[in-house]
Every structure is written in structure tokens, then in C-alpha cells.
């Protein structure tokens, strides 16, 4: 069974770091693109960040310069640097990967459970 394992979210002042990972558990053949998305109490789930196979990244422009993703193909992981915190990233950070588990010829769309972060003003 294939399960997105995350980590790292928490309480943090405004102004201060956080540093969010996410690991992919399971039999994989492919792990296609990674991404982070942030939902809050009457919205939609918005992307924060992507990053392809190949690493090709964008941002939402409210995270430009302030977020970086990153991803080591190795371990099937990505994680979120994120700097310079403002009371209005405070949400849900969802881990999201397009997956193709061994022997299946489909690609899925596979989240994790989602980690809190809150900053504090």
C-alpha cells in the first residue's frame, strides 16, 4: 500500500522557519510530480509549491522567495523550506504526489494526512 508520510509542521512565530517533509511509503515504480498544498478553515485547497521528477519547481506568488521545495528522487521524498513565516501561511500543509505503483500501468493521485502549521503574529 502506497502511503505520503509527513513531518515537520508545528507553532512558530512570525518571521521564523519551518521546515516540512514528505516521504513516500510503499512499492513504487515512478514517483511523477510532488507538491504542497495548504488548505484553511472556508477555502479551497490551494497549491503552494510543485516540483516535476526532473525538478522543475514554481510557487504561489504569496510564497515566491520565502518558500523553496525540494525533492531527492533516491528516497522518494520532498520537503518545504519556509522562511520568513507570516501569520497567513498558517493552514494545513498537504503533501500531494502522482504516483505509479509496481505493476500497474495507471499513474494515481496519492495526499498525505496533512501537518498543521501555525504562525504566530
Known amino acids: 500500500q502506497v502511503r505520503l508520510v509527513e513531518s515537520g509542521g508545528g507553532l512558530v512565530q512570525a518571521g521564523g522557519s519551518l521546515r516540512l517533509s514528505c516521504v513516500v511509503s510503499g512499492s513504487t515504480s515512478s514517483v511523477f510530480d510532488m507538491a504542497w498544498y495548504r488548505q484553511v478553515p472556508g477555502k479551497q485547497r490551494e497549491l503552494v509549491s510543485l516540483?516535476?521528477?526532473?525538478?522543475?519547481?514554481n510557487y504561489a506568488d504569496s510564497v515566491k522567495g520565502r518558500f523553496t521545495i525540494s525533492r531527492d528522487n533516491f528516497q522518494k521524498r520532498v520537503d518545504l523550506e519556509m522562511n520568513s513565516l507570516k501569520p497567513e501561511d498558517t493552514g494545513v500543509y498537504y503533501c500531494y504526489a502522482e504516483i505509479r505503483r509496481t505493476w500497474a500501468s495507471a499513474r494515481s493521485d496519492y495526499w498525505g494526512q496533512g501537518t498543521r502549521v501555525t504562525v504566530s503574529s
Open positions: 516540483i516535476t521528477d526532473v525538478g522543475r519547481a
